[in-house]
């Protein structure tokens, strides 16, 4: 790739834009430049329309997606990682996060400072990735798994704090989407300063970049301070995704496919790449924006560019991903080593957790005055039981389907939510709720099986090419629950009552539960349950190796299917009851092999122990936290569970650096 290729692009950019701008057109060409020259010199409501609307829009498309593709390449030069982009290091949920607060705690200095506050919480987010992984590990797959969990914590505390505050949260859900309409000039007159840097970025990041190439030594050989300079770069290039953020709201993906585009096109230099990214940045968010527009003329309602950004770039992601996966990309992520043995001692300690959550449960009462314990009243108790009932199933459904996931993908970080299993469910019921007019109230179990069981044969078929190896399955899943996630954030942007019911039921909440859905669920999971270890011996066969297996007299893909579906149908009794939930799938195997349950039946049964246990406890404490405030368990376990997964990673980090050391 060439200079002369990058002027062919940038005239290709131009006859994009202008033909953009004849999407449902009335004007002549004549009268559109007459208002491009001069917007003043509108009359009509077509004229208005031309200059204060479309034309905007493409103008801050060029500016946000040239934004998007720069930065998208300073970080994966800077990391060295290909897979790095706002979207994976958890940047653009910590903006979000931030954004959210602001407009909530502080909407008078939102004008004046979101661009600060997006960017504090964009920083947030990339000092817990270097937290995690530290400034030499930011390659591969622990940074991906890291920035993945991060944007799971953020974007619980996200949805927690929206929830709690509903009245002064009207516009994030359209903000979220990632919308580029415009309503005048204003927006951009706010980015176009703010985005300035960029240009400090191309005349000095080329030089740096191709030095740090030659690798830390090298670089420093060369008289250049490598963190420091590597610090100044990435804190540029934050603060230029914060400032999109803050005006157009959340586009995925543009950042991390453009500058393995311009790659593939033959960008070898720094400098190339840099420029390159800037334009192809501009050229597929333009693309994607016409895409946008043209399906909101068909559907007859706004379809948000950064939900049409995610449909292209979720496949997108999975092919870069399967074409050009790497050595240092298959990296395991290392986590804390197991028992050998399950003691006694151990299975009773969490069963009088349970029991003693059960009590608390029932039996503490707390009201705006005091705290205390007594025996609930008859209305207390038809209250508090299918709550506790139904927070004890999701629990036991969820470890369930985790560990029969990580023992028949090999794989111990699949999850139902990490691999986007629950995504699939939760999209399905999002979709019949507005699309079908469908109760969300209802168990709709039958929908969420079908969306769950679509991911699910995707993630198999996609797999096999890498033998499920933890990127390959990761990074589809990855891609799959960002696009799912983009369709359910555009079923919100309505911002209707509506929607505020649906976010409640997406932060898996049991407030709603009825008592009967409590009872079909508990039977449901315990029916499954049986069926689990009724199959732990073919489980078991299969975790050691498919031939293995076969040798063995197993039918391997018999048995791999009904258990892939019984996955699926437990992921869809608790999404469809409960709501989406996350980690107790993922940290509940984990810990029960961690602690000693390493047999297939063992590890059923206590991780099962593990999970409902912890989503009881999860329940109570959503209850009584903020009293009378309430948070949804499913968001609460949600942060302990990234919590515990960070700290997991980061312990294993330091006692890894401590035995290089000795």
């Known amino acids: 790739m060439g200079w002369k290729t990058l002027f062919s692009v940038f005239g290709l950019l131009v006859v994009g834009a202008a033909l953009s701008l004849q999407l449902n057109q009335t004007l002549a060409v004549e009268q559109q430049w007459q208002l491009i020259v001069n917007p003043s010199s509108a009359e009509s409501f077509d004229d208005f329309m031309f200059a204060y609307a479309q034309l905007p829009r493409a103008v801050i498309t060029l500016v946000v997606g040239a934004m998007l593709g720069v930065v998208g390449s300073l970080m994966q030069q800077l990391t060295q990682n290909t897979l790095t982009s706002p979207l994976t290091m958890g940047t653009s949920s910590g903006a979000w996060l931030a954004l959210v607060i602001l407009s909530i705690w502080?909407?008078?200095?939102?004008?004046?400072?979101?661009?600060?506050?997006?960017?504090?919480?964009?920083?947030?987010?990339?000092?817990?990735?270097?937290?995690?992984?530290?400034?030499?590990?930011?390659?591969?797959?622990?940074?991906?798994?890291?920035?993945?969990?991060?944007?799971?914590?953020?974007?619980?505390?996200?949805?927690?704090?929206?929830?709690?505050h509903q009245d002064y949260a009207q516009n994030v859900f359209m903000w979220g989407a990632g919308d580029l309409a415009q309503n005048g000039?204003?927006?951009?007159?706010?980015?176009?300063?703010?985005?300035?840097?960029?240009?400090?970025?191309?005349?000095?990041?080329?030089?740096?970049?191709?030095?740090?190439?030659?690798?830390?030594?090298?670089?420093?050989?060369?008289?250049?301070?490598?963190?420091?300079?590597?610090?100044?770069?990435?804190?540029?290039g934050i603060w230029l995704v914060s400032a999109a953020i803050t005006a157009v709201g959340i586009i995925g993906f543009i950042g991390l496919l453009t500058p393995n585009i311009v790659r593939?096109?033959?960008?070898?230099?720094?400098?190339?790449?840099?420029?390159?990214?800037?334009?192809?940045?501009?050229?597929?968010?333009?693309?994607?924006?016409?895409?946008?527009?043209?399906?909101?003329?068909?559907?007859?309602?706004?379809?948000?560019?950064?939900v049409t950004a995610a449909a292209v770039g979720a496949p997108a992601l999975i092919w870069f991903s399967r074409r050009q996966l790497k050595a240092q990309d298959g990296m395991a992520v290392?986590?804390?080593?197991?028992?050998?043995?399950?003691?006694?001692?151990?299975?009773?300690?969490v069963i009088g957790m349970l029991m003693i959550g059960i009590a608390v449960y029932f039996l503490f009462q707390v009201d705006e005055q005091t705290w205390h314990f007594a025996m609930p009243s008859d209305y207390q108790w038809m209250l508090r039981w299918p709550r506790a009932l139904t927070a004890l199933c999701t629990g036991v459904g969820l470890a369930l389907a985790g560990t029969i996931l990580q023992r028949l993908i090999y794989n111990p970080l699949a999850s139902p939510d990490i691999l986007g299993v629950s995504s699939g469910a939760t999209f399905a019921l999002v979709f019949a709720t507005?699309?079908?007019?469908?109760?969300?109230?209802?168990?709709?179990?039958?929908?969420?099986?079908?969306?769950?069981?679509?991911?699910?044969?995707?993630?198999?078929?996609?797999?096999?090419?890498?033998?499920?190896?933890?990127?390959?399955?990761?990074?589809?899943?990855?891609?799959?629950?960002?696009?799912?996630?983009?369709?359910?954030?555009f079923c919100l942007s309505k911002g209707s009552q509506d929607s505020y019911t649906i976010l409640q039921w997406l932060a898996g909440s049991t407030y709603r539960v009825t008592d009967t859905q409590a009872l079909l669920l508990s039977g449901l999971v315990l029916v499954m349950l049986?069926?689990?270890?009724?199959?732990?011996?073919?489980?078991?066969?299969?975790?050691?190796?498919?031939?293995?297996?076969?040798?063995?007299?197993?039918?391997?893909?018999?048995?791999?299917?009904?258990?892939?579906?019984?996955?699926?149908?437990?992921?869809?009794?608790?999404?469809?009851?409960?709501?989406?939930?996350?980690?107790v799938g993922l940290i509940a195997p984990h810990l029960a092999r961690m602690l000693g349950a390493q047999q297939t039946r063992?590890?059923?049964?206590?991780?099962?122990?593990?999970?409902?246990?912890?989503?009881?406890?999860?329940?109570?404490?959503?209850?009584?936290?903020?009293?009378?405030n309430q948070v949804a368990a499913g968001t609460l376990v949600a942060i302990i569970g990234a919590i515990y997964f960070l700290g997991l990673l980061i312990f294993n980090r330091v006692k890894a650096r401590l035995s290089f050391s000795a």
């Not at 390159?276 to 309602?301: E, K, P, Y």
Request: charged share 10%.
């Open 185 to 236: 000039w204003e927006m951009l007159e706010w980015l176009v300063p703010r985005l300035s840097p960029v240009i400090i970025l191309l005349l000095v990041a080329p030089r740096i970049l191709t030095l740090l190439r030659l690798g830390q030594q090298g670089a420093e050989a060369r008289g250049l301070s490598v963190i420091p300079a590597f610090f100044v770069l990435m804190v540029i």
């Open 264 to 306: 593939v096109l033959g960008a070898r230099t720094p400098r190339m790449e840099l420029f390159a990214s800037l334009l192809f940045g501009a050229l597929l968010l333009l693309m994607t924006d016409v895409i946008a527009q043209l399906m909101s003329l068909w559907a007859g309602q706004v379809v948000p560019s950064g």
């Open 530 to 583: 049986i069926l689990s270890l009724s199959a732990s011996r073919g489980l078991t066969l299969l975790s050691i190796s498919r031939e293995f297996a076969k040798a063995r007299g197993l039918n391997t893909s018999l048995m791999s299917m009904l258990l892939l579906a019984l996955v699926a149908m437990l992921c869809a009794v608790v999404t469809a009851t409960m709501g989406p939930v996350a980690f």
């Open 106 to 164: 502080w909407p008078d200095a939102v004008n004046d400072y979101s661009a600060f506050a997006a960017m504090a919480g964009a920083l947030l987010a990339f000092s817990m990735i270097l937290l995690i992984t530290g400034l030499d590990n930011m390659t591969g797959l622990p940074m991906v798994i890291s920035g993945m969990v991060i944007n799971i914590l953020l974007g619980a505390i996200a949805g927690a704090v929206i929830l709690l």
């Open 602 to 628: 063992q590890q059923l049964l206590f991780g099962s122990l593990i999970g409902g246990t912890t989503m009881l406890w999860a329940d109570w404490l959503g209850q009584v936290l903020l009293y009378p």
């Open 434 to 489: 507005i699309f079908l007019e469908q109760s969300l109230l209802s168990a709709q179990w039958s929908v969420a099986f079908i969306g769950s069981m679509a991911v699910l044969l995707v993630l198999i078929f996609l797999g096999k090419r890498h033998q499920f190896a933890p990127s390959s399955v990761i990074l589809t899943g990855i891609a799959m629950s960002a696009l799912l996630q983009a369709f359910v954030q």
């Open 334 to 349: 290392a986590l804390p080593g197991s028992r050998s043995s399950l003691s006694s001692g151990l299975a009773l300690s």
